[in-house]
């Protein structure tokens, strides 16, 4: 019995369950290093995106995307690649079919040696339809909450999705053969690259994921209970129609609450066209800002408060400058944009300086790099001829963040300010909560300590969960 999976390759720059790496060591038993690789949907290309591993280098996209906010983001991240980005909705057949939109685009299918199907439902359907169109390597999104065994297969546009094994045997007879599973995705190549996959386990019970597989258990007069929280949350039963293959067994349910759902979901979308997405974004920051003032000694600093201290000390200090470790999405310095004439950001997570980059690049004083900022910081520091704000947020937080050498860099960014000519700089460190001692952040003691040995002629002081160092005019 092989106990060895591609699995055992797993790493993530840009993908969610280690896709990344085992993209790399399948394109590296088949001996492909270049081509055209296409995923839908896209997104913003590179949240949790399979295929921007390839992209970013060297390879040509096609990224498709049928949401128009989200394609308008899609189009400011590759703007830099060879990339073709399309606002399209991929359907299973006809003009809008992914043979018939790669043909419009004069794409050779010779030259497809990579895809990626995503696009919450109609997988199967899209896989179905393929006919003249057969890369090496096809990556495709199932239902990761359907047990292993069951071959289930939704209605197209159903948002519902197929089971793994549905997929598995429509692959098998197209011509291609399983060699690895994530939790939510199923790695296909062409059969006659069999032989390059002998040393580790391919069959299909053997890379079955069931971890978030979410049992429901009865006791002997019906009442029930879940083994776990389910994958997706819990709303209306679904309705059997949507169901074109398999057995499931269907709870009767009120159609008035389901036609109430379905309005609500249409009321959404209609509601954000008339008020506006951004209009939406600041009631909802400031009704949080207003309950965060109310509370007593809120345990994190608000976003906003966090604004306004940089907007007090920029004018205190009459500061020009705004230096930012941890990018994000890039929400800090777009606030900010307008208030100071040069803004840095710094961020080492792939995807988060994509998304940072993308949405800040048509302000020409805002400088966006990728890297550890304890490294990146250091060369910004080089050509700085000014005090500058000096905003501290890079940390790593879990899944979504990046990790360098240790989980802050806080005491490396620290002794790269301070060892600058420059003496009148300020600094606002976030997170003071996490200075305890442990996952390499030091104490709030042991920091102040570090600051007062190597940069005496500042002062320290402490607002919510901020630490403010400051010159200090007495010395």
């Known amino acids: 019995m092989k106990t060895k999976t591609l699995n055992d390759c797993k790493e993530n720059i840009f993908s969610q369950y280690g896709e990344d790496g085992i993209t790399r060591e399948i394109l590296k038993r088949l001996n492909v290093s270049s081509g055209i690789c296409v995923e839908f949907g896209a997104w913003d290309g590179v949240a949790l995106s399979n295929a921007a591993i390839l992209w970013t280098n060297g390879w040509?996209?096609?990224?498709?995307?049928?949401?128009?906010?989200?394609?308008?983001?899609?189009?400011?991240?590759?703007?830099?690649?060879?990339?073709?980005?399309?606002?399209?909705?991929?359907?299973?057949?006809?003009?809008?079919?992914?043979?018939?939109?790669?043909?419009?685009?004069?794409?050779?299918?010779?030259?497809?040696?990579?895809?990626?199907?995503?696009?919450?439902?109609?997988?199967?359907?899209?896989?179905?339809?393929?006919?003249?169109?057969?890369?090496?390597?096809?990556?495709?999104?199932?239902?990761?909450?359907?047990?292993?065994?069951?071959?289930?297969?939704?209605?197209?546009?159903?948002?519902?999705?197929?089971?793994?094994?549905?997929?598995?045997?429509?692959?098998d007879k197209k011509g291609y053969m399983i060699v690895a599973m994530t939790k939510n995705n199923c790695f296909f190549v062409d059969k006659k690259f069999k032989d390059l996959f002998t040393d580790v386990d391919t069959t299909f019970e053997g890379l079955a994921d069931t971890t978030t597989l979410t049992y429901l258990i009865t006791g002997y007069k019906?009442?029930?209970?879940?083994?776990?929280?389910?994958?997706?949350?819990?709303?209306?039963?679904?309705?059997?129609?949507?169901?074109?293959?398999?057995?499931?067994?269907?709870?009767?349910?009120?159609?008035?609450?389901?036609?109430?759902?379905?309005?609500?979901d249409a009321i959404k979308p209609i509601l954000k066209r008339i008020i506006g997405v951004k209009n939406i974004?600041?009631?909802?920051?400031?009704?949080?800002?207003?309950?965060?003032?109310?509370?007593?000694?809120?345990?994190?600093?608000?976003?906003?408060?966090?604004?306004?201290?940089?907007?007090?000390?920029?004018?205190?200090?009459?500061?020009?400058?705004?230096?930012?470790?941890?990018?994000?999405g890039g929400g800090t310095v777009l606030a900010l944009q307008k208030i100071f004439k040069n803004l840095y950001t710094i961020?080492?997570?792939?995807?988060?300086?994509?998304?940072?980059?993308?949405?800040?690049?048509?302000?020409?004083?805002?400088?966006?790099?990728?890297?550890?900022?304890?490294?990146?910081?250091?060369?910004?520091?080089?050509?700085?001829?000014?005090?500058?704000?000096?905003?501290?947020?890079?940390?790593?937080?879990g899944d979504g963040t990046a990790r360098g050498v240790s989980d802050t860099p806080i005491v490396q960014e620290l002794q790269s300010i301070f060892w600058h000519k420059i003496k009148k700089h300020v600094i606002v460190i976030d997170d003071m909560r996490e200075f305890n001692g442990t996952n390499d952040y030091p104490t709030l003691?042991?920091?102040?300590?570090?600051?007062?040995?190597?940069?005496?002629?500042?002062?320290?002081s402490q607002s919510s969960d901020l630490l403010i160092i400051e010159p200090d005019v007495k010395n």
Not at 303 to 309: E, F, G, N, S
Not at 445 to 455: M, Q, V
Request: net charge neutral; glycine share 4%; charged share 25%.
């Open 281 to 328: 974004e600041r009631f909802r920051n400031l009704k949080s800002y207003t309950v965060w003032k109310m509370k007593k000694n809120p345990l994190m600093a608000h976003m906003l408060y966090k604004r306004k201290i940089f907007k007090k000390y920029k004018r205190l200090y009459n500061l020009d400058t705004f230096i930012e470790t941890g990018t994000a």
């Open 222 to 264: 019906g009442a029930y209970a879940f083994s776990q929280s389910p994958a997706f949350g819990m709303g209306l039963p679904l309705e059997k129609e949507l169901i074109e293959n398999g057995s499931l067994f269907f709870l009767k349910h009120s159609p008035i609450r389901i036609r109430w759902n379905y309005t609500k």
């Open 60 to 171: 040509k996209g096609v990224l498709i995307e049928s949401d128009s906010q989200k394609f308008e983001t899609l189009k400011k991240v590759v703007a830099d690649y060879d990339c073709i980005p399309l606002n399209k909705f991929v359907t299973p057949a006809g003009n809008q079919s992914l043979e018939n939109i790669l043909i419009d685009q004069n794409i050779n299918f010779e030259d497809i040696k990579f895809i990626c199907i995503d696009i919450d439902g109609n997988e199967y359907h899209i896989l179905k339809g393929l006919t003249s169109l057969h890369p090496p390597i096809i990556v495709i999104e199932y239902n990761h909450t359907i047990p292993p065994e069951l071959n289930i297969v939704s209605r197209e546009d159903a948002f519902f999705g197929s089971s793994a094994k549905a997929l598995v045997e429509l692959a």
């Open 347 to 397: 961020e080492l997570d792939p995807t988060l300086y994509h998304r940072g980059k993308a949405e800040t690049r048509q302000y020409d004083n805002i400088k966006c790099f990728e890297g550890d900022s304890g490294i990146v910081l250091k060369q910004i520091l080089k050509d700085l001829k000014e005090p500058a704000l000096f905003w501290l947020d890079a940390h790593y937080s």
């Open 445 to 460: 003691s042991e920091l102040k300590t570090i600051i007062s040995s190597i940069a005496p002629e500042y002062k320290t």
